[in-house]
T-cell receptor
Framework: DAGVIQSPRHEVTEMGQEVTLRCKPISGHNSLFWYRQTMMRGLELLIYFNNNVPIDDSGMPEDRFSAKMPNASFSTLKIQPSEPRDSAVYFC?????????FGSGTRLTVV | GQQLNQSPQSMFIQEGEDVSMNCTSSSIFNTWLWYKQEPGEGPVLLIALYKAGELTSNGRLTAQFGITRKDSFLNISASIPSDVGIYFCAGHQTGANNLFFGTGTRLTVIP
């Protein structure tokens, strides 16, 4: 079991650029979650999917953020255009029941 | 979303000391979980509690599900330097698809 795999681990981009974060959940897990972590706000749930269907995206900050899950083994979180305040660590987690397994995160820096 | 408050926010303790932290909510949860996040990694599940009053141990860790179902406690005995990290509580409510995470307790162990 390779765990939840996120890429890239680090991303530095210029303001206004498009950023795409990727996640491969654990095989057999039917729920996938995207979180953002900052010092000020802690862990924030952005969006989650059940069986590849978005269930709750009320945590997505604004229209610049979008997430897709085209199949059970892949999800993306896209920010377009990116802004400095988007700088944070973005985590993907997957679960079959309640015990989430988190990836190692993508540290995004927008300059 | 639901607010889970953790205290203390941070702790600095001497190696070998015992640690206590707690998590409280104004809402009832039917499952409590405790996670640990080490620097540069995602949170990892430590303990899950499923019944009010339940006391569960995992090595030097002991967690309790509060009788009111609105709180939970985590104790670490004889702390060691590798206990350093951020500890998150998380709660699940019946009918919900996702977990609600606490604000975190940052633990520093001084050798």
């Amino acid at each position: 079991d390779a765990g939840v795999i996120q890429s890239p681990r680090h991303e530095v981009t210029e303001m206004g650029q498009e950023v795409t974060l990727r996640c491969k959940p654990i095989s057999g897990h039917n729920s996938l979650f995207w979180y953002r972590q900052t010092m000020m706000r802690g862990l924030e749930l952005l969006i989650y999917f059940n069986n590849n269907v978005p269930i709750d995206d009320s945590g997505m900050p604004e229209d610049r953020f979008s997430a897709k899950m085209p199949n059970a083994s892949f999800s993306t979180l896209k920010i377009q255009p990116s802004e400095p305040r988007d700088s944070a660590v973005y985590f993907c987690a997957s679960s079959r029941l309640l015990g989430y397994t988190f990836g190692s995160g993508t540290r995004l820096t927008v300059v | 979303g639901q607010q889970l408050n953790q205290s203390p926010q941070s702790m600095f303790i001497q190696e070998g000391e015992d640690v206590s932290m707690n998590c409280t909510s104004s809402s009832i949860f039917n499952t409590w979980l405790w996670y640990k996040q080490e620097p540069g990694e995602g949170p990892v599940l430590l303990i899950a509690l499923y019944k009010a009053g339940e006391l569960t141990s995992n090595g030097r860790l002991t967690a309790q599900f509060g009788i009111t179902r609105k709180d939970s406690f985590l104790n670490i005995s004889a702390s060691i330097p590798s206990d350093v990290g951020i500890y998150f509580c998380a709660g699940h409510q019946t009918g919900a698809n996702n977990l609600f995470f606490g604000t975190g307790t940052r633990l520093t162990v001084i050798p």
